[in-house]
Every structure is written in structure tokens, then in C-alpha cells.
């Protein structure tokens, strides 16, 4: 069974950091794709950063220049370094990995169970 687990959200004011990590475990024979998703109150979830498992990266113009996602393969791990906050940020942010696990055999979208970052004025 493959699960992706966030850590390191929280509560900060305007201009400052958090570090954001997504753990990969299970039976898994190849992640592909990882990235960072949020969804604000309201709002559809949208996409925050991409990177491939060759280290190619994508983000949203509304975080770039701001947030940096990386990767560490061997750890089956993705992060989301986010800086100068701002309150527009506040979100629930989402782990994805497109993977293939031992027992499919094919590639599957899997989701975290997501974790608040709160951005305060």
C-alpha cells in the first residue's frame, strides 16, 4: 500500500518561511512526477510546483521567485521551500506523486492527506 505523508505546516506572519516535506512509503518500483498542490477556502485546488524525477521544475506565476520544490529520490521525498509569505498563500497544500507500485504495475496518481499553512497579516 503506498502512502505519501506532509509535514511542516503551520501558522507564520506575512514575509516569512516554512519548509514543507512529503515522504513516499510503500511498495513502490518507480516515482516519476512529484509536486505541491493547495486549495484555499472557496477556491479549486490549483497546482504550485512540479518537478520531474530528473529534476526539471514548474511552478505558478504566483510563487515564482518565492517558493523552490526539490526533491530527494533516494528518500522517496519532495519539499516545497516557501519564502517571503504572503497571506494569499493560506491554503491546504497537497502532496501528488505519479508512481508505479509493485503491485499495478502501471502508473497511478496518489495524493497526500494535505496540511494547513496559515500565512497571517
Known amino acids: 500500500q503506498v502512502q505519501l505523508v506532509e509535514s511542516g505546516g503551520g501558522l507564520v506572519q506575512a514575509g516569512g518561511s516554512l519548509r514543507l516535506s512529503c515522504a513516499a512509503s510503500?511498495?513502490?518500483?518507480?516515482?516519476?512526477?512529484m509536486g505541491w498542490y493547495r486549495q484555499a477556502p472557496g477556491k479549486q485546488r490549483e497546482l504550485v510546483a512540479t518537478?520531474?524525477?530528473?529534476?526539471?521544475?514548474n511552478y505558478a506565476d504566483s510563487v515564482k521567485g518565492r517558493f523552490t520544490i526539490s526533491r530527494e529520490n533516494a528518500k522517496k521525498t519532495v519539499y516545497l521551500q516557501m519564502n517571503s509569505l504572503k497571506p494569499e498563500d493560506t491554503a491546504v497544500y497537497y502532496c501528488?506523486?505519479?508512481?508505479?507500485?509493485?503491485?499495478?504495475?502501471?502508473?497511478?496518481?496518489?495524493w497526500g492527506q494535505g496540511t494547513q499553512v496559515t500565512v497571517s497579516s
Open positions: 518537478i520531474t524525477s530528473g529534476g526539471s521544475t
Open positions: 510503500g511498495r513502490i518500483f518507480r516515482i516519476n512526477a
Open positions: 501528488n506523486a505519479a508512481l508505479v507500485s509493485w503491485s499495478s504495475g502501471y502508473e497511478y496518481d496518489y
